[in-house]
């Protein structure tokens, strides 16, 4: 990897659980556990490649449209998992982060959230950000309200001072957005940070989705030319 490019912040579009367990005969709820390994997976590798930010799109405020059932399940998964992995970002000393609406989530999940971002804060190896109950149209919805709510005069309104009002201000723009499963849209994904970010599309379902997959990713992003609007 030492002749690659390794972006150094990549966001992914984890899609395609429900179709990958749908071909199995399966149940969708298997579909998001076997998404959820492979979250593991490609956490553990891009910590490896190199990678400093990761953005995982966990939940998006569209998915709250699915049926009671997956929602509950999806919620379960994190009020199970997210505190059950703590010795895996020890050892890898992987700091969480979260972005997205907490206010608009069950308060034991908010609360989980808001604890392992905390536990974890201090570690320096990776960042993981957890896009959980996360719009961009929400996310900016949210920095202008702010904005309103502290007074800031019109004249002092600029893109930086917006860019402060994020959710994770201090966080670099994604250089490269992945999505899986053939989809080839951003639903809503970051849509103020990505304005110069590359894309990469997938056909391959989330669930399948190992080192060699993200590692061919990071070679396609190597071979593009970032020209951020100029020559």
């Known amino acids: 990897m030492s002749a690659i490019h390794v972006p150094p912040h ?21 579909g998001h556990l076997e998404g959820l390994k492979a979250a593991k997976r490609i956490v553990a590798a891009a ?20 049926t009671q059932d997956e929602v509950g399940f999806l919620m379960g998964l994190v009020k199970q998992y997210l505190m059950k992995e703590l010795d895996f970002y020890v050892q890898h000393s992987i700091r969480i982060r979260h972005a997205g609406n ?30 959980f109950n996360y719009g961009g149209r929400d996310e900016i919805v949210r920095a202008i309200k702010k904005i309103v709510k502290d007074g800031v005069p019109e004249e002092a309104i ?11 201000p201090d966080i670099p723009d994604p250089d490269l957005i992945i999505r899986t499963a053939s989809e080839k849209r951003s639903s809503n994904f970051l849509l103020w940070e990505s304005a110069y ?12 989705w190992d080192r060699e997959d993200l590692v061919a ?14 020559l």
């Open 47 to 66: 910590r490896e490649l190199g990678i400093s930010y990761l953005t995982l799109y966990t939940f998006s405020t569209e998915n709250w449209k699915r």
């Open 10 to 30: 990549v966001g992914i579009i984890m899609d395609g659980n429900g179709r990958w367990a749908v071909a199995r005969n399966q149940n969708r709820t298997r």
């Open 197 to 208: 970010s590359e894309y990469y599309f997938s056909d391959k379902l989330w669930p399948d």
């Open 158 to 168: 600029t893109e930086s001072l917006v860019q402060s009002y994020l959710d994770n």
């Open 102 to 131: 907490l206010d608009g989530l069950p308060s034991d999940i908010a609360q989980e959230l808001k604890t392992v971002a905390d536990l974890t804060r201090t570690y320096t190896g990776m960042t993981v950000i957890l896009a």
């Open 217 to 230: 990713a990071i070679e396609d992003y190597s071979k593009r030319q970032r020209r951020f609007g100029g």
